[in-house]
């Protein structure tokens, strides 16, 4: 393994021990998996996208929420609509050498493993690129598409052991790290099989840990994809849930180009109607008896959206040149 060596490598030399326009182009379709902030912003420039071009993105001003009582005025909001500009000019690369690629591979794919991660880094600095680049966009949400470490075993565990967090949850709270670390090797298996999983929503402003949500087989054998969510409490009525649902239909539909993404939730659980509503999500109806939890039979209550309903939601507010998608709207979890 190469380690810190920088050099200028002349092609007509690499094309003859390796293809790096080959993988290259791997790495191109893994880092767009990844991308959550860019899929949200306009990209129909990219078909003509030139060094040096200047993007005009439109973005509105932050909206106030205010309390309502009955026979009071209300007051309107200053708002303003600002033109953002962004030059196509920042390149990102990752390079690194590996000896014996042969051999190593009799025992693992390390080629592939490499690609998601040099997918995965590139991926996180578009994102991060465009969120600190373009005025008017939130950025309280924090990042979607992380893969579980052994550095979030701790936290993951504090989450997945409350008793309130895990109370909709088929099997309910974990009762050690040792459950936890088998669910977080769970993810990684799943995302290794099927390109997607549960992922670690990380909080952009303290960087912690904050819940998961994802895409997984329905029933554990599909061939529905259905979504998920666990957010710690401190995390709830912030904006988290809806902000991560919404991300997660847009891959859906644009990565893994379903056709229906749906989810659901207990009868019980009002606060997941609201995030799923607002999400976007239509009420399909109730499975009876559907989820056997904690020794019973519990209903579901079933939300969807469709392709085409989610394509002509999204072009109207691109249209109205609103940055709505990626607002976080105040809601519970």
Do not use: C
């Amino acid at each position: 393994m190469a380690t810190g060596v920088a050099e200028f490598i002349d092609k007509t030399i690499a094309d003859g021990v390796f293809s790096p326009d080959i993988w290259s182009k791997n790495v191109l379709v893994k880092q767009e998996a990844n991308l959550i902030f860019a899929l949200h912003v306009n990209r129909e420039y990219e078909r003509d996208a030139k060094v040096g071009k200047s993007v005009i993105i439109a973005t509105i001003s932050d909206l106030t929420s205010r309390a309502k009582t009955e026979n009071t005025a209300i007051t309107y909001e200053t708002v303003a609509e600002v033109p953002v500009s962004l030059v196509l000019n920042i390149w990102d690369y990752a390079a690194f050498g590996i000896e014996d690629i042969v051999n190593v591979q009799s025992h693992i794919n390390l080629r592939s493993a490499y690609e998601d991660k040099v997918a995965y880094a590139l991926a996180k600095d578009v994102d991060t690129k465009l969120s600190t680049g373009v005025a008017g966009f939130s950025r309280s949400f924090g990042t979607l598409g992380t893969p579980f470490t052994d550095a979030d075993l701790l936290a993951a565990h504090r989450i997945y052991s409350d008793p309130e967090v895990m109370r909709y949850v088929g099997h309910g709270p974990v009762r050690s790290e040792h459950e936890t670390r088998a669910m977080l090797a769970a993810y990684a298996t799943h995302q290794a099989a099927h390109g997607y999983s549960f992922w670690a929503v990380i909080e952009r402003a303290s960087g912690a840990l904050i819940g998961d949500a994802g895409l997984f087989l329905s029933q554990s054998v599909g061939p529905e994809i259905e979504i998920g969510y666990t957010f710690a409490r401190r995390a709830w009525g912030r904006g988290y849930a809806t902000a991560a649902t919404r991300m997660l239909i847009d891959f859906g539909f644009h990565t893994l180009r379903l056709h229906r993404v749906w989810a659901s939730h207990a009868p019980g659980n009002p606060a997941s109607r609201v995030v799923l509503t607002r999400a976007g999500m239509s009420y399909e109806g109730r499975l009876r008896d559907n989820m056997h939890v904690k020794g019973g039979w519990r209903d579901s209550l079933v939300y969807s959206v469709l392709e085409d309903e989610w394509a002509a939601a999204t072009t109207a507010t691109a249209g109205a040149g609103s940055a709505s998608a990626t607002r976080s709207p105040t809601a519970p979890r």
